[in-house]
């Protein structure tokens, strides 16, 4: 006997065989696919005479390893005596009645179970603790609640690793199986929950096979009992009273398994399968029922049924006609009994029976909506022999929906980076004939993955509108994977709408999706581009609840947002309306409260290019912060993805200030913009670096203008506040040479130089090279005019010079990359861009002394036609002035 177990165990195909010869008695293949045929007559029949041989020898022993035969009347009052009251259980010392002890278990069990949803603390653990230990150790016999509920409180044990949960799962089921209870498919559910964790295959596998034998000998007991009673019935050897007391007792058995299809104490009366009054013409194509619906779906199927049936109608004619004349008995037999199980205990039944199987009404298969489940978690266990059995099994048990099993496949299609056979799969696919919520949304999910690599943003469309008619909003992912399909193809509007949809979702506006956005504006053609793809980008973003995955991210994306806007408002051809620039900038500073400097800067230059002053100058008032000095102008950073040209915040701010200046100019206002730089702020005087910086920025555009008593006004006031400071001198002396005002400029450089000597910081090449293009000024007259000019005094000057030019020869790497650039100051720039920046800075300087010696060259040239030479300055080596090459704090 245990070899023919095992053996029966070992053969799966044969198990499945037997479902299908219990249905087709011409044992004909039932799913005709070519790759998925499968059950001819031979393997049917074996398998039939396999699983009979089982229940033979089930019956005969009792019990066996893999299935808890039915009990008896005998065995059920010795079980009943045995679960009398014992030392081990209060429950059991309570009661004596074991069938109201099993329903205080489950009560008890049902508190516990809720307790732990609605009140998580010790009190909880203890009781939770408790029910285990009565579990382990009541004998008060298992039902189908009491198994569901005792794997329930597994998943929630406290302090416990998932495998002493699964062991405390197995030991359960190993109790209930030798009280003979019938397993349905939330047993399977719930172990499948137990061992994700653990990826055990080999519990699931026991599981599910146990699951399959109890309903496969359940069939064959049913089919047995059918053709005694068929038998009887064609040799008239019952009676009509018999008959029907037979017929009565087998209807009172089918509706309580089409109603209750798991009944927890009775084995015989089990999971439901066909009206148990047809003979061999039972459509399995249809849940149990006589509603007009499946009559129709009947019909429907009619002419592939009879190519399999057509052998058996000939020889069961008179069978049917038996059959036919008990139907209407039955049919009132059905309406009482219906009514007589509805009163009598029926609703505690229900409570019973999981809801999510309750319409599960087939014999011997497995819930179509479980097997998804499987076949996703043999995924997670990298096991696709299992998956691709589950989704054969799936086809050839269920012939209604294979939607769920589909889009288990195309996930893992998509995991394993098979996107062309997945995408293939996908459009052979009609999503639209899911009939379940849940599977058309996974089937949709996959979709958006395809739209997404193929970039088809008629797809992506389409699929959005699905989802709509579901009442759905879609998780994030999808959300992205849709609107990059609309991207790729720029459709603008689409993934428009996309976007709004993600913000109200309350999901986060990712920035690969934005940069895509902007950078698949340049691929369209120059007669398409239109200033509202961006502009209402903008508005989008401006309303968003959260952009991107990090602030670092979020100022990247809108100082490149800001530069698409700036590259298209300095475009000849294609400008957009500055004012509607300027509103979706202003508002997305105001949104997001960035005080990014190079994001200010850009939205100061579109306000004061829309004339609107007074948000320009508030922003302008952020310039002054502490990070303006922490951050010294440098480059956008540059990735892969930047969508915009290369622009430094020194150029940035340079034209940003331009634009400003020249609007308080206009709008005679210049105060109102000299007062964003002396305006005493708090703390912000401690760092006068930076407004010595802006200083620096605003002092040449007003000079541009002509506006010298702003630039005089400027230069002393930060004299008088900080003292010297080599950036603010070199603007106004380059202010000053510009206007041809060389005295005062000289006048300018010698008063640093002498405040050099009380510590003051030091001049750099610019300062010289002004120094120089000033003193060219001054001679170049004098010698056309035959003016007379200070001999010794330009002698002195020119003197400084060369001791400038020797002084930055001798240091061999130039003092750049101390004087000008610190190390501290470019910590967050990357190696590469640090190494750019230096060299191109040392050519630079490399330009700038050059441009020195020749000045230095001319002026000496020019000394040599007055007949004076630098030698004879009697005091130059009395000054002991050796001039060092240095930078700008802020250059």
């Known amino acids: 006997m245990t070899g023919s177990w095992a053996r029966a165990v070992r053969t799966s195909r044969s198990v499945h065989a037997c479902a299908h010869f219990a249905r087709h008695r011409d044992g004909g293949a039932i799913w005709r696919h070519p790759q998925l045929a499968w059950g001819q007559s031979s393997s ?10 089982v229940a033979m020898m089930c019956r005969a022993s009792g019990s066996s390893p893999g299935i808890a035969a039915a009990p008896n009347d005998a065995q059920r009052d010795q079980g009943a005596q045995s679960a009398r009251p ?16 099993t329903e205080k278990l489950n009560s008890a069990l049902q508190h516990a179970l809720s307790n732990t949803v609605h009140d998580i603390g010790a009190d909880t653990a203890c009781s939770v603790n408790e029910m285990r230990r009565i579990l382990e150790s ?87 009992k059918r053709e005694k009673r068929r038998a009887a019935r064609k040799n008239g050897n019952d009676s009509e009273s018999c008959s029907g007391s037979d017929d009565t007792d087998e209807d009172r058995s089918h509706y309580a398994r089409k109603v209750y299809p798991l009944r927890a104490n009775n084995y015989g009366g089990g999971i439901g399968g066909g009206n148990e009054d047809d003979d061999d013409d039972i459509d399995y194509d249809n849940d149990e029922g006589n509603d007009d619906d499946n009559d129709k779906d009947k019909d429907k199927n009619a002419n592939d049924d009879d190519d399999d049936d057509d052998d058996d109608d000939d020889d069961d004619d008179d069978d049917d006609d038996d059959d036919d004349d008990d139907d209407d008995d039955d049919d009132d037999d059905d309406k009482d009994k219906k009514k007589s199980s509805k009163t009598s205990g029926c609703s505690l039944q229900s409570e019973r029976i999981s809801s999510r199987f309750r319409d599960d009404l087939r014999l011997g298969c497995i819930n179509e909506r479980v097997y998804a ?72 999910r996959v979709g958006a993955w395809t739209s997404a690599l193929e970039g088809s943003d008629t797809d992506a469309w389409l699929i959005a509108t699905e989802y709509l008619k579901l009442s759905i909003t879609p998780g994030a992912r999808t959300l992205r994977l849709l609107t ?26 990712h920035e690969k999706e934005l940069n895509d956005y902007l950078r698949s504006k340049k691929r369209r053609k ?43 408002l300095s475009n000849s051809r294609y400008a957009p309306d500055v004012h509607a620039v300027a509103e979706v900038a202003l508002s997305l500073v105001a949104r997001w409260k960035t005080l990014d400097p190079t994001v200010t800067s850009f939205a100061v230059h579109f306000a004061s290019r829309a004339e609107r002053l007074d948000d320009a100058l508030r922003l302008a008032r952020s310039w002054r912060a502490r ?101 603010v001198s070199n603007a106004y002396m380059e202010v000053l040479d510009e206007a041809d005002r060389a005295s005062e400029g000289i006048a300018v450089f010698r008063t640093l130089h002498e405040a050099q000597r009380s510590g003051a910081p030091i001049f750099n090449e610019k300062t010289v090279c002004t120094l120089g293009s000033l003193l060219l000024k001054r001679l170049k007259p004098a010698l056309s005019e035959n ?100 930078g700008d704090q802020i250059s």
């Open 44 to 53: 049917a029949v074996s398998g039939g005479v396999l699983l009979h041989s």
């Open 86 to 101: 014992s030392n081990m259980s209060t429950l059991s010392r309570e009661h004596g009645n074991a069938d109201f002890d």
């Open 138 to 224: 009541t004998d008060v016999a298992f039902d189908l609640v009491t198994l569901g509920s005792s794997l329930k409180l597994a998943a929630r044990l406290p302090d416990t690793t998932q495998l002493a949960k699964l062991r405390f799962a197995v030991r359960m089921l190993q109790r209930a199986r030798m009280q003979g209870v019938p397993l349905d498919d939330s047993v399977l559910v719930r172990f499948l929950e137990l061992a994700k964790p653990l990826r055990k295959v080999d519990v699931v596998l026991v599981v599910k096979r146990i699951i399959e034998m109890q309903r496969q000998l359940q069939l064959i007991l049913e089919d047995e």
């Open 373 to 444: 489940d499987l076949m996703e978690y043999w995924e997670q266990c990298h096991r696709v022999d299992l998956m691709l059995e589950a989704f054969v099994e799936q086809l050839r048990e269920h012939y209604s929906e294979q939607m769920s099993a589909l889009a288990v496949l195309l996930r893992y299609y998509y995991g394993r980076k098979n996107y062309e056979t997945a995408a293939e799969m996908w459009r052979n696919i009609d999503y639209s004939s899911a009939t379940h919520v849940a599977v058309k949304e996974s089937i949709l």
């Open 484 to 509: 990059s399909a609309c991207i790729s193809e720029s459709n603008h509007e689409a993934a428009r709408s996309l976007m709004r949809w993600t913000c109200r979702a309350d999901y986060v506006l």
């Open 526 to 568: 120059r007669d398409e581009l239109s200033e509202d793809a961006v502009l209402a980008l903008g508005k989008v973003v401006s309303r968003a609840k959260y952009l991107c995955t990090s602030e670092t991210e979020r100022v990247q994306f809108l100082r490149s947002y800001c530069g698409v806007l700036y590259r298209d």
């Open 627 to 727: 990070e303006v000095l922490m951050n010294p102008p440098e480059s956008l950073e540059q990735k892969e993805s930047s969508v915009v040209p290369k622009i430094s915040l020194d150029s940035l701010l340079e034209r940003a200030c331009v634009s400003l200046v020249k609007q308080s100019v206009k709008e005679r206002r210049t105060y109102d913009a000299l007062a964003i730089l002396f305006e005493r702020r708090g703390d912000d005087f401690d760092h006068p670096p930076v407004i010595a910086y802006l200083v620096s920025k605003f002092m040449p555009v007003y000079g541009s203008l002509g506006r010298m008593r702003e630039c005089t006004e400027m230069y002393r006031s930060y004299l008088d506040l900080f003292g010297h400071d080599v950036s």
């Open 787 to 886: 003016a007379p000019f200070p001999t010794e005094e330009i002698a002195e000057l020119v003197s400084y010079m060369e001791d400038f030019l020797e002084s930055a020869h001798r240091d061999e790497n130039g003092s750049m990359h101390t004087a000008t650039i610190e190390p501290s100051q470019n910590e967050n720039m990357s190696p590469d861009v640090r190494l750019s920046d230096f060299d191109q800075l040392r050519i630079e300087k490399s330009r700038t002394l050059g441009g020195i010696q020749e000045q230095v060259n001319e002026i000496r040239q020019l000394l040599t036609e007055l007949e004076i030479a630098p030698s004879d300055v009697k005091h130059r080596a009395d000054l002991g002035i050796l001039p060092v090459s240095g």
